[in-house]
């Protein structure tokens, strides 16, 4: 139900737009988070938005650098990563769920995930 794609190698300093479509749910019912994983850590949450409003969350460690955003219309939901580090290599999920809560501690669907890797 969520793909996600634009993943790949990037320079430390450079930008990356990640997109993650979605088919089969009412997308713009749907609360959107960004996860990621990197190697021998937990997930953690990257980035939330809610399915209304447009009101936007954000990790401290990505604040200021990263944008989330969302096109009802296209049913697509975009991660905008701008002056990326070597901590930000990790691979990223996109999530939906009805809730604020519910994405971030049980979404109902999960995308497969895509690598991001950072280079210095």
């Known amino acids: 139900h969520l793909v996600e794609s634009g993943g790949g190698l990037v320079h430390a300093g450079g930008s990356l737009r990640l997109s993650c479509a979605a088919s089969?749910?009412?997308?713009?019912?749907?609360?959107m988070g960004w996860f990621r994983q990197a190697p021998g850590k937990e997930r953690e949450e990257v980035s939330c938005i809610d399915s209304n409003y447009g009101r936007t969350y954000y990790a401290d460690s990505v604040k200021g650098r990263f944008t989330i955003s969302r096109d009802n219309a296209k049913n697509v939901l975009y991660l905008q990563m701008n002056d990326v580090k070597s901590e930000d290599t990790a691979m990223y999920y996109c999530?939906?769920?009805?809730?604020?809560?519910?994405?971030?501690?049980?979404?109902?669907?999960w995308g497969q995930g895509i690598q991001v890797t950072v280079s210095s």
């Open positions: 999530a939906a769920a009805s809730n604020l809560v519910r994405v971030r501690t049980a979404p109902h669907y």
């Open positions: 089969g749910l009412s997308f713009e019912h749907y609360y």
